[in-house]
Each structure stands twice: as structure tokens, then as C-alpha cells.
């Protein structure tokens, strides 16, 4: 899967080749089940040719980290799709999709363009991949429409692992439920997510009050280098994904929003001290909260637990998060807490992309 981080783990041993062997052949099974075979076979053609003969390879093969919970193979993949979208490197663009070639022709490929392009794809293992994967909009939708229903207030919107912060944008798409539609029916971002089972309430009305986000790493779109970066990790054969993204970072020039480099705990604390009345204080964030560490997760329990003891109808506090509840879980789930009550509602399971959604209610 493709992730936003909102703190990387810290890791000190050095991982062994068969681990790093392991690692990219789960990522292409990954791929493959999310719908990107080109990058389940470029995973595994990767595996095949990276050798010491070159920075890239050398830096791939001795990871100091944990590669999987470093997404190392999807460094690796962005720094290539990168070099695709700025068309330096034709040999390899003509490999890459719309063409359909298989793991063996990308296997004869590949070790040529690392050659040329090493320095680029050495420094590109640097980043930690952040997709900001506008269709998990469409998850997180229902759950901020029944905060506004049940406390029938605005929404002050606090992201934590914002990446580019283009999910705080949500009401500004548009979005196709079977046959329920909710938002803009001119906007350029258009998300169609399968229903499985239930339609999702879209019903009440929605009034946005503020936009703030952090990231440790935050994505900062008036930066031509950080939206190519953004742009690489969405893979190559997923074009859908790209025009999304493409179509609500346009969205993002025309909204006020903020994304801070912070801490998620620290943000967190300092946006509760400053909580006004007459607003619903919404904590919300997407397939980040795995990749935390657990004392900063237990910090921000905490912290939400605290403020939740002196909420009121009129400052209510709600914790919106589409995240797995297990990590083997295959989907992911809407969850929502909501105080005064401190109850907490699974409400939906979710396609880590957003691609469907069985509503739970």
C-alpha cells in the first residue's frame, strides 16, 4: 500500500538481503492487490537486478532500516516513475505504461536506466513515500457529514499526516455513491467509490469553519520538486489516481488551508488549547496512524481523552479516522469518536485506496 507518515519509527539493525528480498516480492503482492500490476512486476524485476555495481543498488541491498515500514521498494518505484513523468531516461519511459511489457522486459531494462540515473535514484530512496490519496476522501465523507449532523455545527478541521494537505479539501469534490451524488457537480475532482452493501447517509448540511493540518514531512505544493515527488508516487499504471490528484491540487490554490511541519502530538495539544466554542473540533487522519510510534499514539489518546472529559454541546471534540483496526486486517475502518459521551462507532470498512466501502452505520 501507499502512505502518508506522520513519524517514522526508529530502527538500528541493519536488515539481511533475504529480508530485503521479501520485503519488494510482499510489495508487488501488495500492488497486484490494489490494482497495479506494473508495479507488482517492476517490484519484482527490481529484486532481480539490483547489485552492488551501482550507489543505488548498494543503498538498497544494506538498508540500515526496516524496509517495509520504510516503504523501501516504493522509494525505489518513485524515484523511476519520477524520471518517466520528467521524461529523462526514454529507454526506461518506453517500458512504462501505457506500454505493456512483463517482468522479464523489465528486467532487461532496468539495470541500464539505474546506471544512468544513479545519483538521482540514490537521493530519491532519501523520501519517504506520501501519496496523499485523494480517494479515501470519499471514506472519510459520511464520517464528517455525521459530525455535523450530530452536533449540527461547523467542522474545524485538524489533520494529523496531512502530506499535502489535499484531503481537507473534501467538500470541495465531487462524489458519486450508486446512485447518490454529494458536492460540486463542476468540480474538476470526481471520486466514484464501489458500494458494497449499504449506501452511506449524505444527508445534512456541512459548513467547513477552518482547514489546519501537520506532517513531519509536509508536501508543499507551491514547490515544482515536491509536486513532481507527489506525482511519482502514484504508480504508473493507475492514471485515475494521477488526474485526482492532479485535479485537486488545482482545487488547492483557490482554498486557505495550512499544513505545519509538527509533531502530531505537539499539534494536537497546542489546536485543543486553542479550541473555541460554537465549532466541532475534528481530529481526522487516513492510514498514517500504524506508522507512528506507540508512545506518540498513547500521547494523543490521552490528550483526546482528557479534552474529551470537558467537551459540551457547544465545543464538542470528534475523532474521525479511516484506519485498520488490526494491522493484518485487509481493509480499513471509519471509526468515530464523539464527546460529550466518548462513544466510539465503527461506521465503515474501507478500500485502503478508497476504492469501495461497506457502510456498518
Known sequence: MSFCMASKPEFIMAAPDNQIGDHFEHQAIACDRLGSPFTG???????????????????????PGNPRWDALALRLCGGLHGLVLTRADAALSAVYPPSERNEDVLAAILPGAIARNDS????????????????????????????ARETGLPLALNEIGSSAGLNMLFDRFHYVYGKMRWGDALSEARLTPEVTGRLPPLDGALEILSRQGCDIAPVHLTDEVARLRLRSYV????????????AAVSIAERVEFSVETMNAAAFLRRQLAAQKDGAAFVLFH????????????EEIRNLLKTAGRNATSSAPIAW?????????DP???????????????????????????????
Open 120 to 147: 538521482l535514484l540514490s537521493a530519491a530512496l532519501d523520501n519517504a513515500p506520501q501519496t496523499n490519496e485523494t480517494a479515501r476522501s470519499a471514506m472519510l465523507l459520511p464520517g464528517f457529514l455525521t459530525i
Open 235 to 246: 504508480w504508473a499504471d493507475q492514471t485515475d489516481r494521477l488526474k485526482r490528484l492532479d
Open 286 to 297: 487516513s492510514i498514517m496512524w500504524q506508522y507512528m510510534p506507540e508512545r506518540e499514539r
Open 320 to 328: 474521525l479516522r479511516m484506519e485498520p483496526v488490526a494491522v493484518a
Open 331 to 361: 481493509f480499513a475502518t471509519l471509526s468515530l469518536t464523539l464527546w460529550p459521551g466518548g462513544k466510539t462507532r465503527r461506521l465503515a470498512r474501507c478500500d485502503f485506496h478508497g476504492r469501495s466501502i461497506e457502510w456498518l452505520g
Open 41 to 63: 512486476s517492476l517490484c519484482r524485476a527490481l529484486i532481480r537486478v539490483l547489485d552492488d555495481t551501482t550507489q543505488t543498488g548498494r543503498r538498497v541491498l544494506s538498508w
